[in-house]
């Protein structure tokens, strides 16, 4: 067939949208679909039927559906919860769900929700497309569906794809929630070219079988840097969350970046090898503008490792312009923040500050010609990165600069001790209140850390004497306390250890390094005078004893 000309086309395509009207959800209409009894027992035909704005309803039960089920217009596709409504691919319909909205189809949003996806073909479970340089769709949402991904290479794609006529196609905002995904060969979810503001938030995701991350981000199609932002928030990984970096070969080094990543909240467990947790970067040779990172906002995140020293729990690589890595709690890996070149490119400014960098081999490891500031983090140890001595290193999380920039570290977290009492007297029921908080800086300074460091484990122990309890957690103030009672044999001295924060990793516990609070014991005044008169006239326990006796005496008839 011969192609219209574009302006008998457009003719064609005003006439029509003149006859027809505006499309709304005035007149939208609830369709039911259920194993029996129903108007429809498919949810590709209920679909099929369906006009913009309508919704379907899924009742519970297994629906086999070969074929693929597309929605081009916006439709409220909801079933009766996972596990109760589950939609069968029958090992043919690859993707299950191909949502890819027309141009003109209504303006609306196109949800598919609490229902299980399982068994698609080998490609795909759920394919999210932005097909034109315009639509009246303005969202396309995914909520609360368990994907079970078993025999497929992505679970869920979204895509933007090339420019059409020359313009890129802009994308409906894309949300994806509260969903399951267990089984696939690659991603969880791969955004590929999608210009469209993205959120993926509170899903339960894991790295592929085949060692890819949960989430993938690139960029395969268009030269021009995408301006949407893109928000991944509170979500789980077991393994590798998000990786987001274009391709490093030609064209697709050339391709633009993102304006703007923000990786916020997520809980990420498991990392091994030398796998990165969270990967932010670029691929360009050239440094151009449109293929940089713009923001990359890395806050709030729990990553564990196994202990693994190639490991790493957030990369920022190549021309990031702004980093900020703040407010982490990072446990058990290589590097907890790596900052390396990508194609001779360096990141602009990178900030990391707040972070728990704990029980990593390098807090922060800078093999770029970057400044990366790294004040206010906890490394676990008393003097921060820069520990020298075999007490502290065994403790502490490094800082490796080896790029020829720098890594900023005037002040960091301590463990500031406290006690009430410095002097005990033996005999008596004295007894001290020793406490541990992460509150403060090396300098004195208030370290405003963030809330979970609430319930970190504190331990206590004492030389000598006794101490209760002998484990806490960290309160509000991020201070934990316990007392202190002398031996039942005299010691002039004693101390309690107080070593706050611990882990177990890699099937070994860590703590923080143990801080000292020396305690004198002075002898009550009758003891005094026993170890005097044993020390000088060699009496005996038993005559000091009687001698004592009588100096007691005499006291008490010269009070009465």
């Excluded at 029958?90 to 003109?104: C, E, K, Q, V, Y």
């Excluded at 800086?441 to 206590?460: E, I, M, S, V």
Aim: negative net charge; proline residues 4%; charged residues 10%.
């Amino acid at each position: 067939m011969r192609r219209l000309s574009s302006f008998v086309a457009l003719l064609l395509a005003t006439a029509g949208l003149a006859l027809a009207g505006p499309v709304g959800t005035a007149d939208a209409a609830t369709l039911t679909v259920c194993p029996s009894g129903c108007a429809y027992d498919s949810v590709g035909a209920a679909v099929a039927a369906a006009s913009a704005g309508d919704t379907i309803t899924v009742a519970a039960g297994t629906y086999t559906e070969p074929a693929t089920i597309h929605v081009t217009m916006p439709l409220t596709i909801t079933g009766a919860g996972a596990g109760a409504t589950i939609v069968d691919g029958a090992g043919t319909a690859s993707p299950i769900f191909d949502l890819r909205p027309g141009p003109h189809t209504g303006v609306g949003v196109i949800t598919v929700s609490n229902m299980t996806l399982r068994n698609a073909g080998s490609g795909f479970d759920v394919v999210v497309k932005a097909n034109n340089p315009t639509t009246d769709t303005t969202a396309m949402t995914l909520d609360s569906l368990d994907i079970d991904a078993t025999g497929t290479s992505l679970a869920v794609y979204a895509s933007g794809g090339p420019a059409r006529n020359g313009a890129e196609r802009v994308a409906p905002a894309f949300t994806m929630k509260n969903t399951t995904v267990t089984g696939q060969g690659g991603n969880a979810v791969q955004l590929d070219t999608y210009f469209g503001a993205t959120t993926l938030r509170g899903n339960h995701l894991a790295e592929g079988s085949n060692g890819n991350s949960a989430i993938d981000v690139y960029n395969e199609y268009s030269t021009a840097q995408n301006a949407y932002p893109l928000v991944i928030d509170g979500n789980t990984s077991d393994g590798r969350l998000v990786y987001a970096q274009n391709f490093t070969s030609a064209p697709f080094n050339t391709y633009g970046g993102l304006s703007s990543i923000a990786v916020t909240n997520n809980t990420i467990s498991n990392l091994s090898a030398a796998d990165p947790g969270i990967f932010v970067g670029t691929a360009s040779t050239d440094g151009a503008l449109a293929t940089r990172v713009g923001t990359a906002t890395v806050t709030g995140n729990r990553i564990r490792g196994n202990g693994s020293t190639a490991s790493a729990g957030v990369q920022i690589a190549g021309y990031v312009e702004h980093a900020a890595v703040t407010g982490n709690d990072i446990v058990g890996v290589g590097d907890a923040v790596r900052v390396s070149t990508v194609s001779g490119q360096s990141a602009g400014q990178v900030a990391v500050n707040k972070n728990r960098l704990f029980a990593d081999t390098n807090g922060v490891a800078n093999a770029t010609s970057a400044a990366v500031d790294a004040n206010g983090n906890w490394w676990g140890c008393q003097d921060g990165p820069a520990a020298t001595t075999a007490a502290a290193l065994a403790y502490c999380s490094r800082a490796a600069n080896t790029g020829g920039g720098s890594i900023g570290v005037a002040n960091w977290v301590v463990n500031t001790v406290a006690t009430d009492k410095s002097s005990l007297a033996f005999g008596s029921n004295d007894v001290a209140h020793v406490s541990g908080t992460l509150s403060r800086l090396n300098t004195g300074a208030t370290a405003n850390l963030p809330d979970f460091f609430q319930g970190l484990p504190a331990a206590f122990a004492a030389a000598h004497g006794s101490v209760s309890p002998a484990a806490a957690t960290l309160d509000g103030s991020l201070g934990a306390g316990t007392t202190y009672s002398m031996p039942s044999s005299y010691s002039s001295t004693d101390t309690v250890t107080v070593a706050l924060d611990g882990a177990t990793v890699g099937g070994h516990v860590v703590t923080g390094q143990p801080v000292v609070v020396p305690l004198t014991i002075k002898p009550a005044p009758l003891l005094s005078l026993v170890v005097l008169l044993g020390s000088t006239t060699g009496v005996t326990a038993s005559v000091g004893n009687l001698f004592g006796g009588v100096l007691l005496n005499a006291w008490a008839l010269l009070h009465f």
